[in-house]
C-alpha cells in the first residue's frame, strides 16, 4: 500500500508546512529533517490529535530545525579511516568485518563495518561512563556546599553538554570526549557548581572559578566549536 502524503492544513513549525504521511502503522511519530516537519500517523488518527502532537512536541522540533539547518551540512559519514577526535587526540576508524563491538587498539578504533555507526558511539559512551565520574566526583569533592553529588550519568541531548538536578545528579554528554580534555573538565566543573547555585547568578560563576580558575577559554571554545562537535558525522 502506498502511504498518502499530505499538509496538515494551516499548520507551520518554523516557517515550513507540516506534511503528513498516513499509512498502516499503529502510532504516530515525528520526523524533522532540514526541510521541515513530517508527521507519521494511522489512516484514522483524527487530524486534531495530530494537531495536538505536533504543539507538544513544536519547542523541540523547531530547536531541532533551526540546529539541522545551521548546523553541519558538511558532517562526513563515518567509513574506514574516518579520523575520530577523542580528548585531544585522533583515533583512525578501522572498518572491520565480523567484529562483535569496537575496539581500540593503539592509535585505532577497530569497528564492525556492520554497523560502524552504531558500534564507535557505544564504543564512546562506554568510554564516557568509565572516564566521566572521576573527574565530577573531584569537582564535587572541592565544593563546601550545596547539596551532595548522588550521582554521574550521561546525556544523549541535542544541544545540552551537561545538566545537574536538584536531586544532585549531574549529566555530561558523552560527546565530549570528541573535545580536548579542558572542555570535559569545564563542562564537569559547571555542572558540580550547580550544585551549589542552581542558576547563572556571579555567586554561581565565583564557585566556577573557584572549581576551575582557567575555565574561560573552554567556556569560549565551547561557543564557537560546540554545533559542530554536536554533529560531528552521520
Ligand atoms: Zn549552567
Not at 192 to 218: D, G, I, M
Request: charged share 20%.
Amino acid at each position: 500500500m502506498v502511504p498518502s502524503l499530505a499538509l496538515l492544513p494551516g499548520l507551520s513549525v518554523g516557517g515550513l508546512p507540516v506534511q503528513l504521511r498516513r499509512s498502516q502503522r499503529r502510532t504516530v511519530s515525528l520526523r524533522v529533517t532540514a526541510q521541515g516537519l513530517t508527521v507519521y500517523a494511522p489512516e484514522r488518527t483524527e487530524e486534531a490529535r495530530l494537531r495536538r502532537f505536533v504543539e507538544d512536541k513544536r519547542a523541540w522540533a523547531e530547536r531541532h530545525l533551526q540546529q539541522l539547518q545551521q548546523g553541519q551540512p558538511d558532517a562526513l559519514p563515518l567509513t574506514d579511516g574516518f579520523p575520530l577526535p577523542y580528548l585531544g587526540q585522533t583515533l583512525t576508524l578501522q572498518a572491520m568485518p565480523g567484529l562483535r563491538g569496537a575496539q581500540r587498539v593503539g592509535t585505532a578504533l577497530h569497528a564492525p563495518s556492520e554497523a560502524l555507526r552504531t558500534a564507535v558511539e557505544a564504543w564512546y559512551k562506554a568510554e564516557a561512563l568509565r572516564l566521566f565520574a572521576p573527574i565530577v566526583q573531584h569537582y564535587a569533592a572541592q565544593l563546601n556546599r550545596g547539596r551532595p553529588l548522588t550521582a554521574t550519568r550521561l546525556t544523549n541531548a541535542a544541544g545540552r553538554w551537561g545538566s545537574c538536578t536538584a536531586a544532585g545528579v549531574v549529566r555530561l554528554h558523552w560527546k565530549l570526549l570528541l573535545a580536548p580534555p579542558d572542555i570535559l573538565k569545564y563542562v564537569a566543573a559547571h555542572e558540580v557548581a550547580h550544585l551549589a547555585e542552581l542558576n547563572h547568578s556571579p555567586r554561581y560563576w565565583a564557585e566556577v572559578a573557584r572549581l576551575l580558575p582557567e575555565y574561560r577559554p573552554a567556556e569560549r571554545w565551547l561557543k564557537e566549536h560546540g554545533a559542530a562537535l554536536m554533529q560531528p558525522w552521520r
